[in-house]
T-cell receptor, first 115, second 114 residues
Framework: AQSVTQLDSHVSVSEGTPVLLRCNYS??????LFWYVQHPNKGLQLLLK??????LVKGINGFEAEFKKSETSFHLTKPSAHMSDAAEYFC?????????????FGTGTRLLVSP | GAGVSQSPSNKVTEKGKDVELRCDPI?????LYWYRQSLGQGLEFLIY????????KSGLPSDRFSAERTGGSVSTLTIQRTQQEDSAVYLC????????????FGPGTRLTVT
């Protein structure tokens, strides 16, 4: 079965400093991986996705993630945090072996951004 | 264009009562998904619809949970004889058919069972 592990439940950064949210996955075959963001009282929004094309994936709002098969990782980064980035971030793997996009979510990382 | 909508946004019910949660997907999206987000279990898949049929109901936690979809559009998630552990945010998502398409999520229904 597919799974993802988000290594940090909370990450605190200062505005203007880099962001690193860590995610490791477990998959028996080549996975599709996603990062979703959830702002308070808002719906989930897709940040970026990896589907076996380029290993460095660029998403919205300056975020990017690198798929590293040797490390089974898909960490999310951003060079410079903004206050508006404060939210909960979910690393997600798609269990495509089911024939549809069955999403398996990590437990989430809450990003706190201080001025 | 209009996104995925869900109603009600909040629902408070007494233990033992039945509740119905509604999802209106994006027009033309043939795939529809229900998820549950709770403090204890995180975000978990419940059920998937392709058109009006549900090929995968594996995430429904008990036989008190059921869902249907009519006309390939609106879906209803029904929870019978609600229990306190059913308290959660229920999220609906829709997408075009296919593994490569993004799922678009609605704002959710917050269910509180007292």
């Amino acid at each position: 079965a597919q799974s993802v592990t988000q290594l940090d439940s909370h990450v605190s950064v200062s505005e203007g400093t880099p962001v690193l949210l860590r995610c490791n996955y477990s998959s028996s075959y080549s996975p599709s991986l996603f990062w979703y963001v959830q702002h308070p009282n808002k719906g989930l929004q897709l940040l970026l996705k990896y589907t076996s094309a380029a290993t460095l994936v660029k998403g919205i709002n300056g975020f990017e993630a690198e798929f590293k098969k040797s490390e089974t990782s898909f960490h999310l980064t951003k060079p410079s945090a903004h206050m508006s980035d404060a939210a909960e971030y979910f690393c997600v793997v798609s269990d495509g072996n089911t024939g549809f996009q069955k999403l398996v979510f990590g437990t989430g990382t809450r990003l706190l951004v201080s001025p | 264009g209009a996104g995925v909508s869900q109603s009600p946004s909040n629902k408070v019910t007494e233990k033992g009562k039945d509740v119905e949660l509604r999802c209106d997907p994006i027009s033309g999206h043939t795939a529809l998904y229900w998820y549950r987000q709770s403090l204890g279990q995180g975000l978990e898949f419940l059920i998937y619809f392709q058109g009006n049929s549900a090929p995968d109901k594996s995430g429904l936690p008990s036989d008190r949970f059921s869902a249907e979809r009519t006309g390939g559009s609106v879906s209803t998630l029904t929870i019978q004889r609600t229990q306190q552990e059913d308290s959660a945010v229920y999220l609906c998502a829709s997408s075009p058919q296919g593994l490569v398409y993004e799922q678009y999520f609605g704002p959710g229904t917050r269910l509180t069972v007292t």
